[in-house]
């Protein structure tokens, strides 16, 4: 007897901080793991599925993301779904609605577009509770040249120095849509520190590590330790630079993720 299979899209969001990323590992707390207990619990069974749209380091936090989620045998009761599922997920977690699709709809092959942000502030130490959210950099850091130092990121480039482990078949070719560096006045809270700095960064995909990777970069270029002729011979695959500073992960936001022709 053939398998009944319903469809379904869940947007979500999740501070991150206290999760070892999105991805199901054994003996840590994930987001996936909390979110598969929590659908256990709502809907008395286990005969379901969860694809993300992409997967998030340990730390990371997402303000707007989509699962694709499969459920046998029974359909959901998306009015009386959506409730039950946010009263029983934990609080740095919320489902922000669900949809219904078909099996025709692939949430990794679909086309979509992220948006990153990276925040960060630096000079005097900023107060705990804004740990979460932005990375404190001890050092000074010239803000105009890292502007100048992010846009070099935008348009087409071969980002292998920007790629984690890159193998011999990693394709490491794409396009930025939009790198810019800038005073956040996106997230505001009032123990943030009076001026905080954010890198947004827009593309239809991005390499494990690749925004972290760019944010190092651009730290080093602002403490003088490199220079924009650096930054541009990274962008060309052919000089085989390594780099190894990776920003910490705290600082970084999955903001949207825009599925095409949805």
Not at 95 to 110: G, M, P, R, W, Y
């Amino acid at each position: 007897m053939q398998r009944k299979r319903f469809f379904y899209l869940v947007k979500l969001q999740f501070l991150g901080f206290r999760f070892h990323g999105w991805q199901k590992q054994p003996d840590v707390i994930t987001v996936e793991r909390m979110v598969e207990r929590t659908l256990a619990y709502v809907l008395q069974r286990k005969n379901f599925k969860l694809i993300a749209a992409g997967r998030t380091d340990a730390k990371v936090s997402v303000n707007q993301t989509y699962v694709e989620l499969f459920v046998d045998e029974v359909p959901l009761n998306l009015d009386e779904f959506l409730p039950e599922f946010n009263n029983n997920l934990p609080p740095d977690i919320r489902a922000l609605e669900v949809s219904e699709t078909d099996k025709s709809f692939n949430i990794i092959q679909h086309p979509k577009t992220k948006e990153y942000l990276y925040f960060f502030a630096f000079g005097e130490k900023f107060h705990p509770f804004c740990a979460p959210f932005m990375v404190f950099h001890k050092s000074q850091l010239d803000i105009e040249l890292m502007k100048k130092g992010a846009k070099l990121f935008e348009g087409s480039h071969d980002f292998w120095s920007y790629t984690f482990k890159p193998s011999e078949n990693t394709i490491t070719e794409a396009t930025i849509a939009h790198c810019e560096l800038k005073e956040n006045s996106i997230y505001t809270a009032n123990f943030f520190p009076e001026k905080s700095y954010v890198l947004v960064v827009k593309g239809a995909g991005f390499k494990r590590h690749q925004i972290r990777l760019m944010m190092g970069a651009l730290f080093d270029l602002g403490n003088g330790k490199i220079d924009l002729e650096f930054i541009k011979k990274t962008l060309d695959a052919n000089n085989k630079i390594k780099l190894e500073h990776i920003a910490q992960s705290s600082g970084l936001l999955l903001n949207s993720v825009s599925l095409e022709n949805l």
